[in-house]
Nanobody, 124 residues
Framework: QVQLVESGGGLVQAGGSLRLSCAASGRTFGRYAMGWFRQAPGKEREFVAAITWSGGPTDYADYVRGRFTISRDNAKNTVYLQMNSLKPDDTAVYYC?????????????????WGQGTQVTVSS
């Protein structure tokens, strides 16, 4: 049974930073790509960032590129999302997910397992 537990969310002022963590268990973590998605109130869930199994190539949505950084530590079975220069539009529940392959993916249907999410609220 795969389990993903996100942490690090909270309330921050615009321009501030947060670091999200996602701890994984129950699967050979290092073989699969990982991703972060988010869902704002009244909106569909959207892709934020992804990282390959090796932690090398990464992919970002245009609306976070240059502000967010995804990374992973396979020894700790953990993936991170460093979020800087936060904006009120970044307010959402953030989810981490395990992909069905080792390579970068953007589509939700290409991810097998999901965490429960962590709330990020950015005040203006």
């Amino acid at each position: 049974q795969v389990q993903l537990v996100e942490s690090g969310g909270g309330l921050v002022q615009a321009g501030g930073s947060l670091r999200l963590s996602c701890a994984a268990s129950g699967r050979t973590f290092g073989r699969y790509a990982m991703g972060w998605f988010r869902q704002a109130p009244g909106k569909e869930r959207e892709f934020v960032a992804a990282i390959t199994w090796s932690g090398g190539p990464t992919d970002y949505a245009d609306y976070v590129r240059g502000r967010f950084t995804i990374s992973r530590d396979n020894a700790k079975n953990t993936v991170y999302l460093q979020m800087n220069s936060l904006k009120p539009d970044d307010t959402a529940v953030y989810y981490c997910a395990v992909a069905s392959s080792a390579f970068l993916r953007r589509g939700e249907e290409q991810y097998d397992y999901w965490g429960q999410g962590t709330q990020v609220t950015v005040s203006s």
